[in-house]
Protein backbone atom coordinates (compact mmCIF):
# COMPACT_ATOMS: atom_id res chain seq x y z
CA UNK A 1 0.00 0.00 0.00
CA UNK A 2 3.07 2.67 0.77
CA UNK A 3 4.66 1.83 -2.48
CA UNK A 4 1.14 2.35 -4.50
CA UNK A 5 0.63 5.10 -2.63
CA UNK A 6 4.30 6.71 -3.09
CA UNK A 7 4.22 5.39 -6.68
CA UNK A 8 1.09 7.22 -7.41
CA UNK A 9 1.41 10.47 -5.73
CA UNK A 10 5.17 10.95 -7.06
CA UNK A 11 4.12 10.61 -10.83
CA UNK A 12 0.69 12.18 -10.26
CA UNK A 13 2.45 15.12 -8.84
CA UNK A 14 5.07 15.66 -11.09
CA UNK A 15 3.05 14.96 -13.90
CA UNK A 16 0.36 17.74 -13.27
CA UNK A 17 2.58 20.57 -11.95
CA UNK A 18 4.58 19.61 -15.43
CA UNK A 19 1.82 19.81 -17.52
CA UNK A 20 0.78 23.46 -16.45
CA UNK A 21 4.25 24.09 -16.91
CA UNK A 22 4.84 23.08 -20.19
CA UNK A 23 0.97 24.40 -21.30
CA UNK A 24 2.95 27.99 -20.08
CA UNK A 25 6.17 26.99 -22.57
CA UNK A 26 4.01 25.98 -25.30
CA UNK A 27 2.16 28.89 -25.94
CA UNK A 28 5.19 30.94 -26.31
CA UNK A 29 6.94 28.58 -28.64
CA UNK A 30 3.67 28.62 -30.51
CA UNK A 31 3.34 32.76 -30.69
CA UNK A 32 7.39 32.30 -31.85
CA UNK A 33 6.48 30.10 -34.75
CA UNK A 34 2.85 31.11 -35.84
CA UNK A 35 4.87 34.96 -35.79
CA UNK A 36 7.96 34.33 -36.99
CA UNK A 37 8.74 30.94 -38.40
CA UNK A 38 9.42 27.53 -36.94
CA UNK A 39 13.23 27.30 -37.03
CA UNK A 40 14.12 29.95 -34.40
CA UNK A 41 11.28 28.64 -32.44
CA UNK A 42 11.97 25.34 -32.57
CA UNK A 43 15.60 25.65 -32.42
CA UNK A 44 15.57 27.89 -29.37
CA UNK A 45 13.54 25.83 -27.34
CA UNK A 46 15.93 22.35 -28.58
CA UNK A 47 18.37 24.39 -27.13
CA UNK A 48 17.06 25.13 -24.14
CA UNK A 49 16.09 21.91 -23.63
CA UNK A 50 19.67 20.53 -24.28
CA UNK A 51 20.40 23.08 -21.16
CA UNK A 52 17.87 21.70 -19.22
CA UNK A 53 19.63 18.04 -19.88
CA UNK A 54 23.03 19.68 -18.50
CA UNK A 55 21.70 20.91 -15.81
CA UNK A 56 20.24 17.61 -14.64
CA UNK A 57 23.63 15.97 -15.73
CA UNK A 58 25.50 18.32 -13.19
CA UNK A 59 22.59 17.83 -9.87
CA UNK A 60 22.41 14.34 -10.44
CA UNK A 61 25.54 13.04 -8.76
CA UNK A 62 25.04 16.01 -6.74
CA UNK A 63 22.20 14.56 -4.92
CA UNK A 64 23.41 10.86 -4.33
CA UNK A 65 26.40 12.86 -1.89
CA UNK A 66 23.47 14.58 0.13
CA UNK A 67 23.15 12.42 3.34
CA UNK A 68 19.14 11.42 3.31
CA UNK A 69 18.05 13.31 6.12
CA UNK A 70 19.83 16.12 4.99
CA UNK A 71 18.32 15.85 1.82
CA UNK A 72 14.50 15.29 2.87
CA UNK A 73 15.11 18.46 5.24
CA UNK A 74 15.87 20.65 2.64
CA UNK A 75 13.74 19.06 0.00
CA UNK A 76 10.69 19.33 2.17
CA UNK A 77 11.39 22.70 3.48
CA UNK A 78 11.53 24.40 -0.34
CA UNK A 79 8.77 21.67 -1.63
CA UNK A 80 6.46 23.13 1.15
CA UNK A 81 7.00 26.90 0.74
CA UNK A 82 6.89 26.53 -3.02
CA UNK A 83 3.45 24.51 -2.81
CA UNK A 84 2.01 26.80 -0.46
CA UNK A 85 3.11 30.03 -3.31
CA UNK A 86 1.13 27.67 -5.97
CA UNK A 87 -1.68 27.08 -3.73
CA UNK A 88 -1.66 30.53 -2.57
CA UNK A 89 -1.78 31.65 -6.22
CA UNK A 90 -4.69 29.89 -6.81
CA UNK A 91 -6.89 30.86 -4.09
CA UNK A 92 -6.38 34.51 -4.76
CA UNK A 93 -7.71 33.52 -8.75
CA UNK A 94 -10.30 31.17 -7.24
CA UNK A 95 -11.74 34.33 -5.18
CA UNK A 96 -11.35 36.49 -7.64
CA UNK A 97 -8.44 39.05 -6.47
CA UNK A 98 -6.30 37.86 -9.09
CA UNK A 99 -7.28 36.78 -12.62
CA UNK A 100 -6.78 33.62 -14.10
CA UNK A 101 -4.35 33.08 -16.65
CA UNK A 102 -5.86 33.34 -20.31
CA UNK A 103 -3.60 31.29 -22.83
CA UNK A 104 -4.98 32.83 -25.55
CA UNK A 105 -4.10 36.69 -24.23
CA UNK A 106 -0.45 35.21 -23.71
CA UNK A 107 -0.52 33.87 -26.97
CA UNK A 108 -1.83 37.13 -28.68
CA UNK A 109 0.35 39.30 -26.49
CA UNK A 110 4.07 37.43 -27.31
CA UNK A 111 2.86 37.19 -30.88
CA UNK A 112 2.17 41.02 -31.23
CA UNK A 113 5.78 41.74 -29.78
CA UNK A 114 6.92 39.15 -32.19
CA UNK A 115 5.16 41.01 -35.49
CA UNK A 116 6.59 44.35 -34.56
CA UNK A 117 9.80 42.95 -33.50
CA UNK A 118 10.21 41.07 -37.39
CA UNK A 119 10.93 44.70 -38.81
CA UNK A 120 14.51 44.14 -37.63
CA UNK A 121 14.74 40.74 -39.15
CA UNK A 122 16.47 42.27 -41.78
CA UNK A 123 19.23 43.84 -39.55
CA UNK A 124 19.44 40.31 -38.14
CA UNK A 125 17.37 40.47 -35.32
CA UNK A 126 15.60 37.47 -35.62
CA UNK A 127 17.83 35.63 -33.02
CA UNK A 128 15.01 37.39 -30.86
CA UNK A 129 12.18 35.17 -31.57
CA UNK A 130 14.62 32.25 -30.85
CA UNK A 131 15.76 33.55 -27.42
CA UNK A 132 12.01 34.31 -27.10
CA UNK A 133 11.37 30.69 -27.50
CA UNK A 134 14.62 29.42 -25.38
CA UNK A 135 13.70 31.91 -22.63
CA UNK A 136 10.11 30.52 -21.59
CA UNK A 137 11.12 26.79 -22.21
CA UNK A 138 14.10 26.97 -20.23
CA UNK A 139 11.87 29.07 -17.38
CA UNK A 140 9.34 26.45 -17.37
CA UNK A 141 11.81 23.64 -17.90
CA UNK A 142 13.57 24.72 -14.51
CA UNK A 143 10.55 24.76 -12.31
CA UNK A 144 9.95 20.99 -13.60
CA UNK A 145 13.50 19.91 -12.70
CA UNK A 146 13.43 21.26 -9.54
CA UNK A 147 9.73 19.73 -9.29
CA UNK A 148 10.80 16.51 -10.77
CA UNK A 149 14.03 16.18 -7.76
CA UNK A 150 11.91 17.56 -4.70
CA UNK A 151 9.05 15.28 -5.94
CA UNK A 152 11.57 12.72 -6.60
CA UNK A 153 14.60 12.47 -4.47
CA UNK A 154 13.57 12.02 -0.94
CA UNK A 155 12.25 8.95 -1.92
CA UNK A 156 15.08 7.88 -4.83
CA UNK A 157 12.37 7.81 -7.30
CA UNK A 158 13.74 10.70 -9.70
CA UNK A 159 12.93 8.31 -12.32
CA UNK A 160 9.57 8.01 -11.50
CA UNK A 161 9.30 11.68 -10.98
CA UNK A 162 10.73 12.47 -14.29
CA UNK A 163 8.85 9.73 -15.93
CA UNK A 164 5.63 11.90 -14.84
CA UNK A 165 7.37 15.23 -16.01
CA UNK A 166 8.49 13.59 -19.54
CA UNK A 167 5.08 12.19 -20.14
CA UNK A 168 3.08 14.99 -19.58
CA UNK A 169 5.76 17.29 -21.70
CA UNK A 170 5.07 14.87 -24.27
CA UNK A 171 1.03 15.33 -24.28
CA UNK A 172 1.04 18.53 -24.33
CA UNK A 173 3.86 19.04 -27.24
CA UNK A 174 1.55 16.47 -29.28
CA UNK A 175 -1.16 18.19 -27.94
CA UNK A 176 0.34 21.58 -29.63
CA UNK A 177 2.01 20.61 -32.48
CA UNK A 178 -1.50 18.88 -33.39
CA UNK A 179 -3.90 21.66 -33.36
CA UNK A 180 -1.73 24.63 -33.61
CA UNK A 181 -3.36 26.65 -31.26
CA UNK A 182 -2.48 27.54 -27.15
CA UNK A 183 -4.35 24.92 -24.98
CA UNK A 184 -6.48 27.55 -23.68
CA UNK A 185 -9.14 25.15 -22.45
CA UNK A 186 -7.03 23.49 -19.80
CA UNK A 187 -8.24 24.36 -16.61
CA UNK A 188 -4.82 25.57 -15.91
CA UNK A 189 -5.98 27.23 -12.08
CA UNK A 190 -7.81 23.82 -10.81
CA UNK A 191 -4.06 22.28 -12.22
CA UNK A 192 -2.30 24.71 -10.08
CA UNK A 193 -4.65 23.82 -7.40
CA UNK A 194 -3.50 20.11 -7.11
CA UNK A 195 -0.35 20.35 -7.31
CA UNK A 196 -0.12 23.26 -4.61
CA UNK A 197 -1.76 20.78 -2.24
CA UNK A 198 0.25 17.83 -3.62
CA UNK A 199 3.44 19.59 -3.24
CA UNK A 200 2.91 20.89 0.40
CA UNK A 201 1.48 17.76 1.33
CA UNK A 202 4.95 16.42 0.16
CA UNK A 203 6.76 19.21 1.69
CA UNK A 204 4.75 18.80 5.24
CA UNK A 205 5.38 14.70 5.13
CA UNK A 206 9.04 14.72 4.46
CA UNK A 207 9.88 17.97 6.28
CA UNK A 208 8.58 16.13 9.67
CA UNK A 209 10.09 12.83 8.39
CA UNK A 210 13.60 14.29 8.53
CA UNK A 211 13.30 15.43 11.98
CA UNK A 212 12.53 12.35 13.08
CA UNK A 213 8.76 12.26 13.24
CA UNK A 214 6.86 8.81 12.44
CA UNK A 215 3.70 9.64 10.61
CA UNK A 216 0.73 7.65 11.56
CA UNK A 217 0.09 5.62 8.68
CA UNK A 218 3.45 5.98 6.99
CA UNK A 219 3.42 7.02 3.55
CA UNK A 220 -0.52 7.31 2.93
CA UNK A 221 -0.27 10.33 5.44
CA UNK A 222 0.96 12.26 2.50
CA UNK A 223 -2.84 11.30 0.86
CA UNK A 224 -4.30 12.78 4.48
CA UNK A 225 -2.32 15.52 4.29
CA UNK A 226 -3.48 16.36 0.71
CA UNK A 227 -6.96 16.22 2.20
CA UNK A 228 -6.36 18.55 4.92
CA UNK A 229 -4.46 21.11 2.58
CA UNK A 230 -7.76 20.88 0.41
CA UNK A 231 -10.03 21.10 2.69
CA UNK A 232 -8.78 24.20 4.06
CA UNK A 233 -8.04 25.89 0.88
CA UNK A 234 -11.75 25.13 -0.17
CA UNK A 235 -12.89 26.64 2.94
CA UNK A 236 -11.07 29.71 2.27
CA UNK A 237 -12.80 30.30 -1.04
CA UNK A 238 -15.93 29.25 0.75
CA UNK A 239 -15.21 32.10 3.07
CA UNK A 240 -13.46 34.55 1.10
CA UNK A 241 -15.04 34.90 -2.04
CA UNK A 242 -18.61 36.01 -0.74
CA UNK A 243 -17.21 38.68 1.31
CA UNK A 244 -14.84 40.22 -1.86
CA UNK A 245 -18.29 39.75 -3.99
CA UNK A 246 -20.41 42.20 -1.92
CA UNK A 247 -20.44 45.85 -2.93
CA UNK A 248 -18.40 48.33 -1.15
Known amino acids: MANLTTVLSVAGASFAASFVEAVEALTIVLAVGLARGWRPALTGAAAALAALALIVAV???????????????????????????????????????????????????????????????????????????????????????????????????????????????????????????????????????????????FGLFWTGESLGVEWPGGDPAILAFALIFLGVAAALVALLKPRLAKPA
Open 59 to 201: LGPLIGAVPLRALQFVVGVLLLMFGLRWLRKAILRAIGVVGLHDEDAAFQRQTGELTEAERGQELGLDWIAGAAAFKAVLLEGIEVVFIVIAVGAARGRIGLASAGAVAASILVAAIGAAIHRPLARVPENALKFAVGVMLSA
